[in-house]
Each structure stands twice: as structure tokens, then as C-alpha cells.
């Protein structure tokens, strides 16, 4: 299959070539596709082999007969994000191959990641000091006291694998360093003589990687064994999605969160069965909510189910890209490969999704999770007599604890700190607790 290609200019006035899948598959095609399969084309058309790419693309367009599909197809993102628990044993295996390699008489040097490969080591961080002022500094103290051995050997692989960089101890919850910091949304990759604008697409070694869906970059999570494969070049099979589309109407009324939004699409979706699924928000609701509200919807993809909860790309992701300090160069990049790509975000497209039910954002109010499952949507004011019905729950007899005690206040979630809403709110919050003279007891972590 000849592939077409189209070009922009990059940040520095560079010509760069891309892939214009529409007019490789056909306009009829690619405007029907949701937006998550164009780039799942665009990443079978520039990265798989001629005689994959064929018969990927063929699948990919029968895929619109019946809006599901058995065939699989490849992938391979442009990068890899892994935490503590899966890159450790990951870099150990490849420092295992080196020392075999190199009794072999080979370069070891020979076996490093060929994509990116950022890592966060912030999970293994523990809150044992709290409520003093250097309770941070305490808390990373002991961490680095603790994984001395295991920082040493990173820093190690950070310096011998230059593909390898390692975010150090106390930088921050991975999904929010990717959303403020590393994402791209496009990215520049040198390949076959060529300089290409390629969207960002990722994989990442956590079931919370679809956040960073919310700045419209696709990505999702994957093992540890299957992230080794992807390291070295291989790309992962995935079935053809089955996509459903959640159309948004509406606007969010004042004082509705993030969380509130994120919960009622999780009831939603878990109502209907989406495991395993593509989900595509899409309707003109999309455009009245930010890259933090809707990011904080996509890292609950795992709790609704899905694979991911894909948010396309429009003026609010350019506006969080300049917000968090992305050059004015890169945003005029962005939106010239984005448009050019047939990427960008139109509120009054309705493309074909295998389902689609409609949210009105205007209808949610205020809410609670639970009291005992995250799927169960209470809004806040029956939360109390939710609580009761459930009956008191065991406690240590010895303590003042009431019967329905706090146990922890503290925001340790990468749900919420992608919002800066949600952590004013909580601080807000906070300050009128202890306007009312609310106090905190010695019992509650905070």
C-alpha cells in the first residue's frame, strides 16, 4: 500500500513530513472512523511493514461494517512511562543480557530501550510523618533511606541507557508529570532520512495511564513483560476496539467538579459494560470543559472499565499546553498537525461508534462515591443517610473515635491532582473547617 504523506512546519521553520492517512484510506472512510481509530491508522500506516500495513489498514476500514471487528492489529507508541514496580525488574533483566553479551564478547552497550523510556519512582513513597511542616522532607528521607540500593542502580541505568531517564524521588505522581511536563500531543521523530510530525502516543506500565487522554494524547496501560517487548521495538497486538462514544451536552452548573463529572460518567459507563472497550468523548459539551476536568474523566478509565477515555484535541488543550509553559512555537505546531492530520476536534461531528449513549452536563450535581463500591453514585445530600443504613462499622473499642470516622485527609490520588480546581477546592474547603472550629484528631492521617 503507497502511503501519502502532507507536511508543516516545525518549531524551528523546518518542513516535516506526515502522514495523511485521510487521503490514504479515503475521505469516506476517515471521517466515519472515531477519531482514536484514525490514529490507530496513522500509527499502523508509519510504523508497520508493508505487508502488515495492508492488511491492518483492510481490517481497520471492515471495522465500519459491523462497528466491531476480531482482527488485530500492531502497535508501536512513540514512547513508554513506567513506574518503580515494573521499570526496577525491567532494567535488571537488561543488565542481566549486558553482562551475558559482553562475556560473550560482544558490546554490551548494544542492548539499550530504542524508544523513550521515562521513569517515576514517586509509588514507592510512603506518608509515615504527617501533620508537622517538614513532614515532606522526613517522608523522602526514609524513602531514601529505604530504596538507597535501588536508586543507585537506576541512576545507573539513566546514565548507561541514554534512552533512559529517570524522575527523581519527590518530582511528583507520574500521570501529572506527563500531563504538565513531558506530553507532546505532536511529536518530531527522525525516520528513513525523513523528519516527521507524528502524534504522541504512548503506553505506560500503570492501569491510570489513559489520563494524559484528557490533552488528546491516546495512550493506555500495559504489563510490565509487555513494556520490555516494547522497549526494544516491538510492537504490541491489540484487537480492533469495539468504541463507545459518550456525547456531552451542556456545561457544568458552578460548584460541580471534576470528581462529580468523573463519577457519574463511571456509573454511567459501568452501567452499560464498556471492559476492555474504547471510550470517545465527543458533542459540543466537550468544549466547555477543561484539560484538568476532563483529564481527571479519562485516569478513571480503569474504574468505568475501558482501555481509554479519549478526549480530542481543540483550543483548550492549546491553551493548557501555553498555560504549562509549552513554547508558542509548539502550539502553532500542534494545531497545524492536528488540523492537517484531520485530528482536530469538531463539536458538531458525530462519527460511528459501536455504542453511544448521551450525558447532559447541566444535570450533575454535587456527589459521593460509594459508600462501600466506587461505582455507587450517591449525590451528597443522601450520603448521610447512605452511611447510617450501612451500620457501624467495627473500631478499636479503646479509642473516642465516633462511630463513622475519618480515617485519612489527604489528596494522595493522580485523579485528582491532574485538576487544580480539585486541590483549591480541598484547600477552600479546609480553611472553612477550620473557620466552623473543626479540628483534626491525632488518630487521622493527614
Not at 111 to 140: K, T
Not at 153 to 167: D, G, R, Y
Not at 329 to 339: G, K, P, Q
Request: hydrophobic share 40%.
Amino acid at each position: 500500500m503507497d502511503i501519502c504523506r502532507t507536511s508543516v512546519v516545525g518549531d524551528d521553520g523546518r518542513r516535516l513530513d506526515m502522514v495523511d492517512t485521510e487521503s490514504t484510506v479515503g475521505t469516506d472512510v476517515y471521517q466515519r472512523w472515531p477519531v482514536v481509530l484514525r490514529l490507530l491508522a496513522e500509527n499502523v500506516l508509519r510504523t508497520a511493514p508493508p505487508e502488515t500495513r495492508s492488511r491492518a489498514v483492510a481490517d481497520l476500514r471492515g471495522w465500519l461494517d459491523r462497528r466491531t471487528s476480531d482482527a488485530e492489529i500492531p502497535f508501536l507508541p512513540g514512547r513508554l512511562m513506567m513506574h518503580d514496580t515494573t521499570s526496577t525488574p525491567a532494567l535488571v533483566d537488561i543488565a542481566a543480557m549486558r553482562d551475558v553479551v559482553a562475556a560473550g564478547g560482544g558490546d554490551p552497550t548494544s542492548l539499550s530501550p530504542v524508544l523513550p523510556v521515562e521513569i517515576s519512582v514517586d509509588h514507592s513513597l510512603a506518608v509515615e510523618s504527617f501533620a508537622r511542616s517538614d513532614a515532606a522532607l522526613l517522608n523522602l528521607g526514609h524513602d531514601m533511606r529505604r530504596n538507597a540500593e535501588r536508586y543507585r542502580f537506576l541512576a545507573w541505568a539513566a546514565e548507561n541507557m541514554e534512552t533512559v531517564h529517570v524522575n527523581r524521588p519527590g518530582t511528583g505522581i507520574m500521570h501529572t508529570i506527563n500531563l504538565e511536563q513531558l506530553a507532546t500531543v505532536v511529536s518530531v521523530e527522525h525516520r528513513d532520512g525523513f523528519d516527521w510530525a507524528v502524534p504522541d502516543m504512548m503506553l505506560g506500565t500503570d492501569s491510570h495511564t489513559p489520563m494524559i487522554n484528557g490533552l488528546g494524547v491516546l495512550a493506555w496501560g500495559i504489563g510490565g513483560l509487555e513494556a520490555q517487548s516494547v522497549m526494544f521495538g516491538m510492537p504490541t497486538t491489540l484487537r480492533i476496539p469495539d468504541v463507545v462514544g459518550v456525547r456531552l451536552t451542556g456545561a457544568l452548573r458552578p460548584g460541580v467538579l471534576g470528581t462529580d463529572l468523573a463519577l457519574t460518567i463511571t456509573h454511567r459507563l459501568r452501567e452499560i459494560g464498556v471492559t476492555g472497550e474504547f471510550v470517545e468523548f465527543f458533542g459540543p459539551g466537550v468544549s466547555s470543559l477543561r484539560v484538568g476536568t476532563r483529564s481527571v474523566v479519562a485516569n478513571m478509565a480503569p474504574e468505568y472499565g475501558a482501555t481509554t477515555g479519549y478526549f480530542p484535541v481543540d483550543d483548550e488543550v492549546l491553551r493548557y499546553l501555553s498555560e504549562t509553559g509549552r513554547s508558542d512555537a509548539h502550539c502553532r505546531l500542534v494545531e497545524a498537525a492536528v488540523t492537517r492530520g484531520g485530528l482536530w476536534f469538531d463539536p458538531d461531528a458525530v462519527p460511528e461508534y459501536t455504542r453511544s449513549i448521551t450525558v447532559d452536563l447541566s444535570e450533575i450535581e454535587t456527589s459521593v462515591a460509594g459508600p462501600r463500591r466506587p461505582q455507587d453514585l450517591l449525590p451528597l445530600s443522601k450520603a448521610g443517610r447512605a452511611i447510617i443504613a450501612t451500620g457501624t462499622p467495627p473500631g478499636d473499642s479503646g479509642t473516642e473515635m465516633p462511630a463513622f470516622p475519618v480515617a485519612i485527609a489527604s489528596i494522595t490520588s493522580c485523579t485528582n491532582t491532574s485538576d487544580p480546581r480539585l486541590l483549591i477546592a480541598a484547600g477552600l474547603l479546609a480553611r472553612k473547617a477550620r473557620a466552623a472550629g473543626v479540628t483534626v484528631p491525632s488518630w487521622v492521617k493527614t
